[in-house]
């Protein structure tokens, strides 16, 4: 009866460790696939998060924002479109659009944002810090279309080095190219592209500036 009652239990208790044995690996297969298919998931739409910002969707923008009409004759498009979103969202017509907005079109005041197209990127901004300083006109030259009348090398070593073109030797101290010269050169030949294609202006200020 040992024997039998011996065996009984012994086989009931194998039993139950066999079952309990088969639900454990289930259940450790069913976490196992929803940890992968979860991983794959996450990892899909890091994928998708990181592709959501690209130079397509800041060239799109570009155009959007945009304050006046582009000539693209000529022009590499995309560039242009680049260039557009970095100028118009990186601070340089605070300081060269002067003023920078129409009457009643200043947001700072809770106004309905309207850039002051008239002078836009035309320079002429006061530095009181450096007297008789004013920003310098962006705008292509009318004879050669060239951005503040400088070459593409000549824009480089300025947003590079901060060297001013019109005055040999000197560094510029107002203007912030150690920032913008930490760009690629493919993004500040955007920029320049940009200034190629926008409205030439004259200089908003009486006489010539240094900035």
Not at 6 to 22: K, V
Not at 175 to 195: C, H, N, Q, S
């Amino acid at each position: 009866m040992r024997s039998t009652e011996y065996s009984a239990t012994g086989a009931a208790s194998g039993g139950s460790y066999m079952q309990t044995s088969n639900v454990f690996r289930r259940v450790t297969l069913v976490l196992a696939a929803s940890s992968i298919v979860f991983l794959l998931g996450f990892d899909r739409q890091s994928g998708n998060d990181k592709g959501t910002d690209t130079d397509q969707m800041r060239i799109q923008k570009g155009f959007e924002v945009a304050p006046v009409p582009l000539n693209l004759e000529g022009k590499d498009r995309d560039l242009v479109g680049l260039g557009s979103y970095i100028v118009n969202s990186s601070g340089c017509t605070d300081c060269h659009t002067w003023p920078t907005w129409n009457p009643g079109g200043n947001p700072f005041l809770g106004q309905p944002e309207h850039m002051n197209t008239a002078v836009y990127l035309a320079g002429g901004r006061p530095f009181p810090a450096f007297p008789g300083v004013k920003s310098r006109n962006l705008t292509p030259d009318p004879n050669y279309g060239l951005p503040a009348g400088l070459t593409l090398q000549e824009f480089m070593d300025v947003m590079h080095h901060g060297q001013d073109q019109q005055n040999p030797g000197r560094i510029l101290q107002v203007m912030p190219w150690p920032v913008f010269g930490k760009k690629t050169d493919y993004e500040l030949r955007a920029i320049y592209e940009y200034l190629r294609a926008i409205p030439s202006l004259p200089n908003n200020y009486e006489k010539p500036s240094t900035r």
